[in-house]
């Protein structure tokens, strides 16, 4: 069975503050796709970054980052220098490789963050 | 990314009608579209996939006569919530898949039944 994990229900951190979401996920399958959503108050889910099984590189985009762990099965996603605009819920999920885009997303139950100005 | 957009963002509607939800793929072939429902401070939940000119699948005790879906083309799906109740009040979301390995999701639309 497949299942993710995001244990932190909410957050809530001062501006400039630097936070990590945790997302620990289960999964049968040798080869999976990892993905982040942001979901601010408007509602429309925000793909931030997918990452392959057997890519198991960090990856750095702006203020943003991640680090994934097979060893642990864990993507945790880092905000440095946390921004009020930062504020929204966030989404670790996970997808079957192989199957192709019939593949439903597992979420997580997200972790709302809260970043105080 | 790819822009997946969906109509109406708000609708409120009169128990007992029926309301469609449109879910357009705009600069790519969604071969799969999904639909879920979100609760308040909850994630979200499949409650059907569907894939261009077949039947869709639902998921377990999600009511295909009372949700009904069509996929009649590559860039478009409808959800139709049939003689809706107060209780189908919910922020209902589709997302599209392609080629690529990721869903892109529309906007969201809000349904209020009075």
């Known amino acids: 069975a497949q299942k993710v994990t995001q244990a932190q229900t909410e957050i809530s951190v001062v501006e400039k503050e630097d936070v990590t979401l945790d997302c620990v996920y289960e999964t049968r399958d040798t080869t999976y796709y990892l993905f982040w959503y942001k979901q601010p108050p408007s509602g429309e889910l925000v793909f931030l970054i997918r990452r392959n099984s057997f890519d198991e590189q960090n990856e750095i985009s702006g203020r943003y980052s991640w680090n994934f762990q097979k060893s642990t099965s864990s993507f945790n996603f880092t905000i440095t220098a946390s921004q009020v605009v930062d504020s929204a819920v966030y989404f670790c999920a996970l997808r079957a490789f192989y199957g192709g885009a019939t593949n439903k997303l597992i979420f997580g139950t997200g972790t709302l963050l809260a970043v105080q100005p | 990314g790819a822009v997946v957009s969906q109509h109406p963002s708000r609708v409120i509607c009169k128990s007992g009608t029926s309301v469609k939800i449109e879910c357009r793929s705009l600069?790519?072939?969604?071969?799969?579209m999904f639909w879920y429902r979100q609760f308040p401070k909850k994630s979200l939940m499949l409650m059907a996939t569907s894939n261009e000119g077949s039947k869709a699948t639902y998921e377990q005790g999600v009511e295909k006569d009372k949700f009904l879906i069509n996929h009649a083309s590559l860039t478009l799906s409808t959800l139709t919530v049939t003689s809706a109740h107060p209780e189908d009040s919910s922020f209902y979301i589709c997302?599209?898949?392609?080629?690529?390995?990721?869903?892109?999701f529309g906007q969201g639309t809000r349904l209020t039944v009075v």
């Open positions: 997302s599209a898949s392609g080629r690529s390995p990721e869903a892109f």
């Open positions: 600069d790519f072939q969604a071969t799969t």
